[in-house]
């Protein structure tokens, strides 16, 4: 017969003033398979976890109730206490007096104590039923996977190497660099975003423990954490690498000309092209949608001039396999696209452009040779108005988030414009500056006072053209009057929002997303970089909009989790998971739907003791199973149970009340 | 169906008037993740609520067996709360729309055979809402104080 062994804590005064603690251990004593009941002022205390421990011993008992605060705080220290003294962990059952009785119940000393004794009643009940369960070990790939590699991908695959565990780097464009990579100089201090960018772009190319996968995407992940298997479409870039000396013959001498997306579309590049002459890997890539010997098997002028050889039209996709143990996810950000503003005509107006636009103008490597100009007639603006918060902070317009990077940029725009344009002036409507950050408010102040940039306080309400200028019209809320600027250019700081594909490759990865298509963490505060699925790390804008430092450090943290998760040949689990008895198991496949881990999948069985015939039932991976227990409550023939929480165990607690 | 439905109407007899001395028993499940942590939240802020449910921790939502339901009101329960992650927020990404879909068949079986529908209530309380979970706790009791003590159906009237 079981013999329970049930400590009841005082909590100092917590407990003990509002529950008759010594009347719940007198009542723990009537219960049958109570061996051993006692009470302490702090069970949790060194001496009280003593107490514990000496009992199992003296008393052999076989499982223990604590009767103290919520077993959210203290069921591991407890735990703990019992395999000290050699018991199985899982013989614990915690009775949650504190938060559920003597704090809620405060007015009435009796009713709580009644209450207490049946939580403990119940506590004892399940724990009978409780049965030795052990921390499941699952091996581990020490390899990395990283989606994206913008500078958050590279940080952490750069990190992740660092520490000599191989990284595999998957980035759907021809090159990394992401979009930091189109930057001019970044706030807070004004350093060359190309400058500090490419070295490390550089260092991942030769990097011993990176492999660089560019111009592909992941199309499959399965398995679970430290065992995942992720199938890589490597797109065909109809250019051999290997031959190919990035010498460029190739696409000068194209004749397709395509916008160009490094660019935003300013300027052209051709159908075979680098990205941008820092490009990693610096090879070219022929665009299948644009080529005509691709499309229409005319054309080849490239083949022609490559002296490598290295065109291959005939080059098809190629699926690659890895097994990894660990994700990191780190797909970043693009522009809301600010046409629903039809009161600022955008689309209308050729000399509205968005942030990025501007940020490639001013870059030296850009469209327009460093300058910033009017898409309309090329003229260099002398008057540019920056508009804040298009997008967001608008709910009406779809986006209630602070895009949180704006009024940095725009406070850099113009500065940039000042040095650019010395006879300019930037005038920026906002709703607030928000310049939380090291350094960012006098950044701001910076560019407030160095370049005279004029802020107004309030919201446009109208643009229109007149003439060649573009008249803005919006409120200055410090003057409480309408203020209307005479525009050469209107830059917008639009919405920043996640890439359109965040959430068809949330869903093939498990992992969750939010209603604009953020990759979702596991726990706001606590868990920023986990998700809610074990071994898949988040980094960059892909989760939220960051700036770089904040970008870098949230890489690095996914690089320290990745090392932490990586530091054992295998990775401990809660031993709380399902399990099928095949015996009951009818092959329904209802489990298999219901998992949201997929954790579920079938195999086939003989029929019976060595016959021929077989049938299918239903068969869990303790490794994926995270205990949720969908499928138990499912299972109509009852062949699934949940360790920790099994049928009797809760049959036990209902009755026992 | 719908008709159907409307036409069933609890069996339960009101006169059977509770004894002075009775206390009602609301049996609660709560999930560990949003439920059982708003409740925990409840004790750490104080708020005050009927003593009279007992709580039973489970993973998620989705665990609750619909014999669970039945078991408590068959033995020791007079009412019973089924209590999970808001819509969207499970810990186990989807577990309590099975929660609910469940749930929402459970209830239906249990008015057919006669039990009033307060006696079984489903709520969300995410890992925040304290204050919440006292209101809830609050309202089911006072419902089930209403309903008087469950005699349908229990064990031990079969026994006798
Ligand atoms: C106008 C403007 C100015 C800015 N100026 C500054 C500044 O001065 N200072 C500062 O600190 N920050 C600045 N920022 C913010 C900065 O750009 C970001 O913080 C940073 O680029 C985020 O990096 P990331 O790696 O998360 O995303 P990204 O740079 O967007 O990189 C994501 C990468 O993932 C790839 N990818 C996407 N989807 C997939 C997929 N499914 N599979 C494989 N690969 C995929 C993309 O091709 C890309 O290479 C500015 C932003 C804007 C808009
Ligand atoms: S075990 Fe919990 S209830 Fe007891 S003293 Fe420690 S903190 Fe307080
Ligand atoms: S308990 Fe949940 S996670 Fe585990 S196998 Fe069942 S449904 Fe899947
Ligand atoms: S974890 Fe709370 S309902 Fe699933």
Redesign the interface.
């Known amino acids: 017969m079981a013999r329970v062994g049930v400590f009841v804590c005082f909590c100092g005064a917590n407990i003990a003033d509002f529950v008759d603690v010594p009347t719940v251990v007198e009542e723990a004593k009537k219960i049958r398979e109570v061996k051993f009941a006692v009470d302490y002022k702090y069970m949790c205390s060194d001496p009280g976890q003593q107490m514990i421990r000496d009992a199992i011993v003296q008393y052999r008992l076989t499982s223990i109730v604590v009767a103290a605060c919520s077993p959210r705080m203290h069921e591991k220290t407890f735990r703990k206490a019992l395999s000290d003294a050699g018991m199985n962990p899982y013989l614990l059952e915690v009775a949650n007096i504190r938060e559920h009785s003597s704090w809620v119940h405060q007015k009435d000393k009796k009713a709580a104590t009644d209450k207490a004794g049946d939580l403990v009643r119940m506590a004892v009940a399940k724990s009978i039923a409780n049965e030795q369960l052990h921390e499941i070990s699952v091996p581990v790939t020490k390899r990395a996977l990283v989606i994206g590699g913008g500078i958050a991908g590279i940080q952490a695959a750069l990190d992740i190497a660092d520490a000599r565990i191989p990284v595999t780097l998957v980035e759907r464009s021809p090159s990394i660099g992401g979009r930091m990579a189109q930057l001019d100089e970044t706030f807070p201090t004004l350093d060359c975003s190309q400058c500090i960018l490419t070295p490390k772009m550089v260092d991942v190319a030769s990097h011993p423990f990176i492999e660089l996968i560019p111009y592909s995407e992941v199309i499959e992940l399965d398995g679970y954490v430290g065992n995942y298997k992720a199938k890589i479409r490597k797109k065909a870039s109809y250019v051999n690498f290997k031959s190919c000396t990035g010498c460029g013959a190739c696409w000068q001498k194209c004749p397709v000309k395509v916008p160009n997306e490094y660019n935003m579309g300013i300027d052209t590049r051709k159908a075979i092209y680098t990205p941008f002459p820092q490009a990693v890997p610096n090879k070219p890539v022929i665009d299948a949608k644009h080529c005509t010997m691709l499309l229409k098997g005319k054309c080849g002028i490239c083949a022609k001039f490559c002296e490598k050889g290295a065109i291959d039209f005939k080059m098809t996709d190629e699926v690659i396999e890895r097994e990894i143990g660990a994700v990191v996810v780190a797909t970043g950000y693009d522009l809301w696209d600010a046409t629903p503003y039809e009161e600022y005509g955008v689309g209308r107006y050729k000399d509205i452009i968005n942030s990025l636009e501007f940020e490639r103008m001013v870059s030296a490597n850009g469209p327009t040779g460093g300058l910033p100009v009017r898409p309309s007639d090329g003229k260099v603006p002398k008057t540019v108005v920056f508009i804040k918060c298009v997008g967001s902070r608008d709910k009406a317009k779809g986006i209630e988030f602070c895009s949180k990077i704006c009024c940095m940029y725009t406070a850099k725009h113009a500065i940039l414009l000042h040095h650019k344009v010395h006879d300019s002036r930037a005038y920026i409507f906002y709703m607030d500056i928000r310049a939380a950050g090291k350094g960012y408010e006098e950044f701001v102040n910076r560019a407030q006072v160095e370049t005279g940039a004029v802020y107004l306080r309030g919201r446009v309400s109208k643009i229109y053209q007149k003439g060649e200028k573009l008249m803005v019209r919006g409120e200055d809320g410090q003057l409480g009057q309408e203020v209307e600027v005479e525009a050469d250019l209107v830059v917008l700081a639009t919405a920043i929002i996640p890439d359109k594909e965040n959430p068809a490759l949330a869903r093939l990865l498990g992992i969750s997303y939010d209603k604009y298509g953020y990759l979702s963490e596991a726990h706001p505060k606590l868990r920023p970089v986990e998700t809610a699925k074990a071994g898949i790390f988040l980094a960059g804008c892909t989760q939220a909009p960051k700036d770089i430092p904040e970008t870098v450090a949230q890489a690095s943290a996914c690089a320290a989790k990745v090392c932490g998760l990586f530091a054992g040949d295998t990775i401990k689990k809660d031993p709380m998971v399902s399990t099928v008895n095949k015996d009951f198991c009818s092959g329904c496949q209802n489990c298999v739907k219901v998992c949201p881990y997929q954790a579920i999948v079938t195999e086939d069985i003989p029929l019976g003791h060595g016959a021929k015939e077989m049938r299918t039932v239903a068969k869990i991976n303790e490794g994926v199973c995270q205990g949720c227990g969908s499928c138990v409550a499912i299972c109509r023939s009852m062949a699934i149970n949940l360790a920790g929480f099994t049928d009797p165990q809760i049959i036990n607690e209902i009755v026992a009340i | 169906m719908e008709e159907v439905k409307d036409k069933i109407v609890s069996i339960e007899k009101p006169e059977l008037i509770a004894p002075p001395e009775w206390k009602p028993?609301i049996?609660g499940i709560l999930c560990?993740w949003c439920s059982?942590?708003g409740?925990?939240l409840?004790?750490?802020s104080?708020?005050?609520?009927p003593?009279n449910i007992?709580?039973?921790?489970?993973?998620?939502s989705?665990?609750?067996?619909?014999?669970?339901i039945i078991?408590?009101l068959q033995?020791?329960?007079d009412g019973v709360l089924i209590s999970g992650c808001h819509p969207g927020d499970c810990?186990?990404?989807?577990?309590n729309y099975?929660a609910r879909r469940?749930f929402l068949v459970t209830k239906e079986l249990l008015k057919m055979v006669g039990f009033h529908e307060h006696r079984v209530q489903f709520s969300w309380v995410s890992a925040a809402e304290g204050a919440k979970f006292?209101q809830v706790v609050k309202k089911v009791t006072e419902d089930v104080v209403k309903l008087g003590p469950l005699h349908l159906y229990k064990k031990e009237n079969f026994s006798k």
Do not use: E, L
Request: charged fraction near 20%.
């Open positions: 028993v049996v560990n059982y942590a409740s925990d409840t004790g750490t104080r708020t005050q609520y003593p007992r709580i039973i921790r489970v993973p998620c989705s665990r609750v067996d619909p014999w669970f078991k408590a033995t020791t329960a810990h186990y990404i989807s577990g099975y469940r006292a």
